[in-house]
Structures are given as C-alpha cells and as structure tokens.
C-alpha cells in the first residue's frame, strides 16, 4: 500500500481522523527527534522536544500552507524549539549515553578492532562537529545527516541560501582543519 501524501493526511486529520494524525507522526518522529538531540545534546529534553513539537504540530495544522512542504514545516517548528531550549538553560550538562557502548557485541571479535575504529573515528568527528558554532553544527547537521537541500536549510533557520553556503564552506574548512591527522 502506497502511503499517503502529506496533504491527504493533514485533510483528512483536519477533518477529525485521528489516524491521519498518527501517520504524521509515526512518519516525521525520528526526524523530530534527531534534529532536537543535535542541537540539544540530551536524549531525555529530545524526547520532551518531540512530544511539544507534536502537539505544537497538531495545535496549529490548520495555519499550515499546503504549498509548502510539511516536513520543512516541521523542522522550523523543530529547530525554533530547540534553540529556544537550548537559549533558555543557563548551564549545559554534557552527557554520554551508555548506550552507545552497549553495541558492542563479543561474537564478531575478528571485526571489533575495525568496528572499533569506525566508531572512534565517528566520535571524534562528532566531537570536532560539535566545537562549531551553534547555527554552523546545525547547518552540517541538517545538510550531511538529513540530507536536506541548501533552500530546505535556508527556509528552517531563516537564513539566506548564500548564507547557508557560506557557513556550510566555512564549516567544512574548520572540520577539514579539526580532523586533519586525526582521521584517515
């Protein structure tokens, strides 16, 4: 079954369906949620920022421009809420999900030596990703883990698409000189 065009679900959940809401939310989730955890660095306020965003989503559907794209729709919503998050906390605590090392598995021991080393390689470019400033890091974020093309970025965090080139040229510099030697 072919799924359902955004628009037919944001009709249709207009209308009271409660299903088509669902649907939004079951297909735009995981986007929510890595887009908050990048920029808030914390898995339980991600989480608490999903479920705002949704409700935010559901609250003011009916405000929405069918000529746009919902999912740019969403991450504005996302991204206006994160920052505002993150801007509002007087102290950032770092922390480190354990769960990132429970992956390690003992049966694919001729492989933990290259799988280990992927996943520091992987650390420290997030590590280097994460010492860029804030607009930057979610530039890189939404441009390499989402895929989103430079006007999707541009209409997101408001900025110019120029603007949006610019601060993607001038990352890649920074990171190129963060990770030079580091990574191979």
Known sequence: MKPLDDNILITKTLGGDVKSFEQIVVRYNVMVYALAYRI???REEAEEIAQDVFI?????LKSFNMKSKLSTWIYRITYNAS???FKSQKRRIETTEIDRYAEFNNSSLPDAHHELSEKEKQKIINDSILKLPETDRIII???YYEELPVKE????????????KIKLFRSRQKLYEELKGKVN
């Not at 970025?153 to 949006?164: F, R, V």
Request: charged residues 15%; hydrophobic residues 40%.
């Open 40 to 42: 808030l660095k914390n």
């Open 56 to 60: 935010k989503i559901y609250q003011s």
């Open 83 to 85: 920052i505002n998050k």
């Open 141 to 143: 974020t939404l441009y």
């Open 153 to 164: 970025i541009a209409e997101i965090t408001g900025l110019s698409a120029q603007n949006i």
